[in-house]
């Protein structure tokens, strides 16, 4: 069986089938609780900074700890279904002969483009202050569109920041809320 150059985005192909492939029991396992544990890790770094949050006394309902909670409590149900979702795929392993359908393809997951993303995210989290948004954001997209295949990383790059640049635009200047400036601001 042959794989494309970069299965990541072959996964994006319209109206087929795929599964990934993936060793036997643990592997699976592995595989199938990988995105319920990082869903579950973000929910509560959210409930974290909901609880040390200082809310002035007298805040009117729903307040700011509102919101955060509601995506905090959907993200822990959408881990759960994932896990339960996990469960039933080891469990059930289906006979694509025997239910008629055609069978899927198999592809794997990119271990370089996986990394890309992770690690600029990383990257991200930790530079943001730093650099600033525009260049921050830009380089995280940059990033990202490596990962899944860009051919032209100069116009990655520049589709990048013209995008953060937006993003800052409309969040600094037209809502009020300030994103960090970082090297363009001095600091």
């Known amino acids: 069986m042959t794989f494309p150059a970069n299965p990541t985005s072959a996964s994006a192909v319209i109206g087929e089938r795929l599964r990934l492939v993936s060793g036997p029991g ?3 396992l ?29 805040t009117a309902f729903p307040g700011p700890q509102f919101f955060p909670g509601i995506i905090a409590a959907g993200l822990y149900a959408f881990a759960a279904a994932l896990v339960v979702s996990a469960i039933r795929e080891i469990r059930a392993t289906p006979d694509p002969v025997a239910s008629g359908d055609e069978p899927a393809r198999a592809v794997r997951v990119d271990i370089r483009s996986f990394a890309w993303v992770v690690l600029s995210f990383l990257a ?16 995280l997209f940059w990033c990202v569109a490596r990962a899944f295949g ?20 409309g969040f600094d200047m037209l809502l009020g809320m300030p994103l960090p400036s970082g090297l363009l601001g001095g600091f």
Not at 32 to 50: C, D, K, S
Not at 151 to 169: D, M, N
């Open 150 to 169: 860009a051919a032209r990383p100069l116009q990655s790059l520049a589709v990048g920041f013209t995008l953060s640049s937006l993003a800052y635009i």
């Open 26 to 28: 643990l592997a699976a």
């Open 30 to 58: 592995l595989k199938g609780l990988t995105m319920p544990v990082i869903l579950a890790a973000f929910a509560t770094y959210l409930v974290v900074g909901i609880v040390t949050m200082r809310v002035p006394e007298g």
């Open 124 to 139: 991200f989290a930790f530079l943001l202050e730093f650099l600033g948004w525009v260049i921050a954001a830009g380089l």
